[in-house]
């Protein structure tokens, strides 16, 4: 099957920081790409779409100015968490679309990141 | 607003034993249906997509049904195996591609 790849798979930042997460297709073109967190213990929730050379389309409540995200290539997409406090700590995982197998998403490793 | 419940959210069964996940969803008009399973911190392995034209996916010991209309899916696991122990998610997709993930059901199989 399709294989996504994200780095880094953990990273730790001091609150105030910014950290950038990096989401690949590795053997196929995706032209959209989605970003969820996940809380311990809880389920998957969708922070935004991302799509090729255009803007991400983010989910009620998730403020795009704190997660930035860009999309500049068909096997890229990245995430940048800005000023990341505490609250931010979570595992985010993203994936990616592969249009040759129809609608299937292919999910990459997931990032666990600790704010301290 | 999709709503997907997953019953049960804890099974632990003997090793051989066949199993049932239930996968519900509120808002039947979905483009298809994917089961994951997802292991301690890691991230998510796709195991079946089911189209909403299908009615089941089968892929080895695995077999994924869709009843679109009534809202729900099951994922039957044939001669379950310790290896299987993990979090199985479901997530109904609709017309934006968006996967709305279940609860998910812990699984544990004793050896």
């Known amino acids: 099957g399709a294989v996504v790849s994200q780095h880094p798979s953990r990273v730790i930042c001091k609150s105030g920081t910014s950290v950038k997460i990096e989401c690949r297709s590795l053997?196929?073109?995706?032209?959209?790409m989605f970003w969820y967190r996940q809380f311990p213990k809880q389920s998957l929730m969708l922070m935004a779409t991302?799509?090729?050379?255009?803007?991400?389309?983010?989910e009620q409540g998730v403020e795009k100015d704190k997660f930035l995200i860009n999309h500049a290539s068909l096997t890229l997409s990245t995430l940048t968490v800005t000023s990341a406090h505490p609250e931010d700590s979570s595992f985010y995982i993203c994936?990616?679309?592969?249009?040759?197998?129809?609608?299937?998403?292919?999910f990459g490793p997931g990032t666990r990141l600790t704010v301290t | 607003k999709q709503e997907v419940t997953q019953i049960p959210a804890a099974l632990s069964v003997p090793e051989g034993e066949n199993l049932v996940l239930n996968c519900s969803f509120t808002?039947?008009?979905?483009?298809?249906l994917q089961w994951f399973r997802q292991d301690p911190g890691k991230g998510l392995t796709s195991l079946l997509l089911?189209?909403?034209?299908?009615r089941e996916q089968t892929s080895g010991r695995l077999n994924a049904s869709l009843d679109k209309s009534s809202g729900r899916s099951t994922l039957y696991i044939a001669a379950s195996q310790p290896g299987d122990s993990a979090t199985y998610l479901c997530?109904?997709?609709?017309?934006?591609?968006?996967?709305?993930f279940g609860t998910g059901t812990l699984l544990a199989v004793q050896p």
């Open positions: 994936s990616a679309r592969d249009p040759a197998t129809g609608y299937e998403q292919y």
């Open positions: 053997d196929f073109q995706a032209t959209t």
């Open positions: 991302s799509n090729e050379g255009s803007k991400a389309t983010y």
């Open positions: 808002d039947s008009a979905i483009y298809n």
């Open positions: 089911i189209q909403s034209s299908q």
């Open positions: 997530a109904p997709g609709g017309a934006t591609n968006k996967l709305i």
